[in-house]
Antibody, heavy 125, light 109 residues
Framework: EVQLVQSGAEVKKPGESLKISCKGS????????IGWVRQMPGKGLEWMGI????????RYSPSFQGQVTISADKSISTAYLQWSSLKASDTAMYYC??????????????????WGQGTMVTVSS | SSELTQDPAVSVALGQTVRITCQGD??????ASWYQQKPGQAPVLVIY???NRPSGIPDRFSGSSSGNTASLTITGAQAEDEADYYC????????????FGGGTKLTVL
């Protein structure tokens, strides 16, 4: 079964650092981009950035550039999202996603086909 | 960067057909994909590409696109289809960025 399994919920204080994880299984982890999506309480989905575990090529949404760091360790099929100094406004659910992106027969197929279960991050003093 | 616009809320009578739309410049270059999110759950992909359904998604879900507008149609809506629906697509900047619509809350009456 193809799946992404995320690390558990976190409760942190402002200013603390944090690294959450997303482990892929059931497919070739180095062959698909892995992205991160934020959902603040009661709000919509926001794309944060994406990494290609095969060579660690990483792209960030302009809204999140400099605010978080995305990395991956292909030897253990795991992607990471980290903060060096958390803020209360980082309180949200974070999902990792597998990017389905290929072209065939003149059409391209782009989507996030596999989602992790989500990691809730709560930042409060 | 691109933006995708969705109606915040839509309602449909049980068994009727409903269309949820998504507008944005990036849709002139890229197909939208659609996600269903029920309370307390992770989103699930329901439509991608021109009109493709992942395994396990009922065939009452279909997608279409014209110009800068993509649509998700549910033909014969069921009570279990009540959920939030999000569209997304690649950003037209071409830098492998993505963008999401604001989401549409579907109520099945």
């Amino acid at each position: 079964e193809v799946q992404l399994v995320q690390s558990g919920a976190e409760v942190k204080k402002p200013g603390e650092s944090l690294k959450i994880s997303c482990k892929g299984s059931g497919y070739s982890f180095t062959s698909y981009w892995i992205g991160w999506v934020r959902q603040m309480p009661g709000k919509g989905l926001e794309w944060m950035g994406i990494i290609y575990p095969g060579d660690s090529d990483t792209r960030y949404s302009p809204s999140f550039q400099g605010q978080v760091t995305i990395s991956a360790d292909k030897s253990i099929s795991t992607a990471y999202l980290q903060w060096s100094s958390l803020k209360a406004s980082d309180t949200a659910m974070y999902y990792c996603v597998r990017e389905l992106g290929y072209c065939s027969g003149g059409s391209c197929y782009d989507a996030f086909d596999i989602w992790g279960q989500g990691t809730m991050v709560t930042v409060s003093s | 960067s691109s933006e995708l616009t969705q109606d915040p809320a839509v309602s449909v009578a049980l068994g009727q057909t409903v269309r949820i739309t998504c507008q944005g410049d990036s849709l002139r270059s890229y197909y939208a994909s659609w996600y269903q999110q029920k309370p307390g759950q992770a989103p699930v992909l329901v439509i991608y590409g021109k009109n493709n359904r992942p395994s396990g998604i009922p065939d009452r879900f279909s997608g279409s696109s014209s110009g800068n507008t993509a649509s998700l149609t549910i033909t014969g809506a069921q009570a279990e289809d009540e959920a939030d629906y999000y569209c997304n697509s690649r950003d037209s900047s071409g830098n492998r960025n993505w963008v999401f619509g604001g989401g549409t809350k579907l109520t099945v009456l």
